[in-house]
């Protein structure tokens, strides 16, 4: 009898301690193996909400970014990593030496525009796509697109139509704010090998509503098929570009916005996570991984791939960091309920995967600042890694006055070390007060060149050509 109870007292130990090993208690929990000489455990396939895995970087990373400046000097770049001299930011006039084209692809027409994609249907043919409407998330908004040929942009053309259209698309008469309604939102372009182009977009009254869907072209944008549901639960990448990895798989960058209870500033807890939404047959099929582990709110990920050809992210971040790495929540100042105190600052963060995108360590910042406001990089063919961000602190109140939602000054920094340390090289616009410049679309053309498209105040899409090689 005692036997037999052993036995079943040890059956049930085992099988209690299985369940605390596959997460059943709490996401993201793991233990450290006792026959790992790394202390952590083997990371699973994703999904990663079971398993969190310690990058040799991280606690470093986090330091060492809280404590830099918003780039690294240029004695922090390995030399033999970045094969370029540094070169002026600007001219004497003011313009950098780098920027070949700087032009709107459209006069404003719409009461607001927003969230561009761009890419290379053929060689020198460029198709940009973006959203406009009333205002972002009112129903009568319309994906647009328009082409690039001989240096010239062709007239914008309606690709997707607006959910309502008409002068009272939302019970108000046509230019009232009437946010809060279905609506259709950021889409992405992306050149498949087979010379397939794929638009993908969202529909929903808000991102965390989000239904994905995807219109196919096999003309270069100049016609499109029909458009095709995703999976439920998968919507696509959120704001930036597909990855095509050598194995032909898909890695599209998606992301959730979560709401959740209120929090001490009057507002509510983002629950913000980004995803892998993988496709292994050209884009016909999907499903979503992840979430990516990071300790606060991600969204809007671009995916590349590193000098070890392993996949990596860098995010945008709506979460401070303090001095010590770890995360800061902004309470009211209990004398002044209207200011905000601010714990810490909001870093790009960068997470690193393994090479086909299944596993990932934890995501951990960098030296740039992120706030709260999307980015974009694209890996240059020379093995530079070059980021479009938002170069703004939104925790210095006196650059606050100057610009008040942080999104003014629009600036490129290059790496060639992956992102551990950064170098500005052009300041693309900067501007005051309530202008917006957000949003960088960033692309490498055949040719070399490097293109971007940024949100223009909401009234238009700007393109900026630039050559590599002069930064």
Known sequence: MRRSALCRALMALTFFWHRIRIGVFGAELYFPSLFSTSGVSKPERLPFERYAVQHPESRKSVLDAL??????????????????????????DGASPAVKQDQQIFQPVWSECHSSSITEVSPGVLLAVWFAGTEENSPDVAILSARYEGGLWEPPVEVVPPLERGSKACGKAMGVRCKGFNSTWNPVLLTHPSGEILLFYKVGNSPSAWAGLIKRS???????????????????????????LPNGRLLAPASTEAVGPLNPTGGRERIWKCWVDESLDGGRTWARRGPIPFDGNII??????????????????????????????????PVNRKHIIHPGKKFMIMAVGDENGDNWAKGYPLSLPCPNSGLDAVKLRDGRLLAGYNDEWDTDEARGEQCSRYRCRLALAVSGDDGASWRKVVVLVDGKGTVEHSYPALIQTEDGYVHVTYTDDRKSIRHVILDPTKF
């Open 300 to 333: 809007q990920p671009v995916f590349y791939i590193d000098n070890d050809n392993r996949v990596r992210m860098l995010a945008r971040s709506a979460t401070e960091l303090t001095a010590d790495g770890m995360k800061g929540n902004t309470y009211r100042d």
């Open 67 to 92: 404590t830099r400046g918003t780039v690294s000097s240029k004695e922090n770049v390995p030399e033999e990593r970045v094969p370029h001299k540094r070169k002026k930011v600007k001219d004497e």
């Open 218 to 244: 096999q003309d270069g944008g100049v016609s499109w098929e029909e458009p095709e549901s995703m999976p439920q639960g998968v919507a696509g990448p959120a704001k930036n570009k597909v990855l095509i």
